[in-house]
């Protein structure tokens, strides 16, 4: 699972990177990073798919957060049972007095005046 959320995350984190650069013009002095090429790279986008290049970044982070969704859940089918056990613990578990006693006393006092 590590390795899938690095492979998902790493290429994520490559082009927010360059986007958020090339957007607001940091270049650092390489090319790559410059707004004409990103102005370039979304017109031939935009060009390709046949769409505004304006929305392209849009329906790029929609696609993040799907994906983010998906890896999510299955994440969670893997780890299902020791899921539903913390639920089920949550759910039958009785508070101890010591934590019941830690959560409701009154704290630190104030010192006498």
């Given at each position: 699972?590590?390795?899938?959320?690095?492979?998902?995350?790493?290429?994520?984190a490559i082009f927010w990177g360059?986007?958020?650069?090339?957007?607001?013009?940091?270049?650092?002095g390489y090319a790559m990073l410059?707004?004409?090429?990103?102005?370039?790279?979304?017109?031939?986008?935009?060009?390709?798919?046949?769409?505004?290049?304006?929305?392209?970044?849009?329906?790029?982070?929609?696609?993040?957060?799907?994906?983010?969704?998906?890896?999510?859940?299955?994440?969670?089918?893997?780890?299902?049972?020791?899921?539903?056990?913390?639920?089920?613990?949550?759910?039958?578990?009785?508070?101890?007095?010591?934590?019941?006693?830690?959560?409701?006393?009154?704290?630190?006092?104030?010192?006498?005046?």
């Open positions: 699972m590590r390795t899938i959320f690095t492979l998902w995350a790493a290429p994520m360059w986007f958020f650069l090339s957007a607001n013009d940091m270049n650092f410059s707004r004409q090429v990103h102005d370039f790279a979304f017109q031939l986008y935009g060009q390709m798919l046949g769409v505004d290049p304006a929305i392209i970044p849009g329906m790029v982070a929609r696609t993040c957060v799907f994906d983010f969704f998906l890896l999510m859940g299955l994440w969670a089918f893997r780890r299902r049972r020791n899921i539903a056990e913390w639920i089920r613990q949550r759910r039958q578990g009785d508070i101890s007095s010591d934590r019941l006693g830690r959560a409701t006393e009154a704290g630190p006092t104030l010192p006498a005046e």
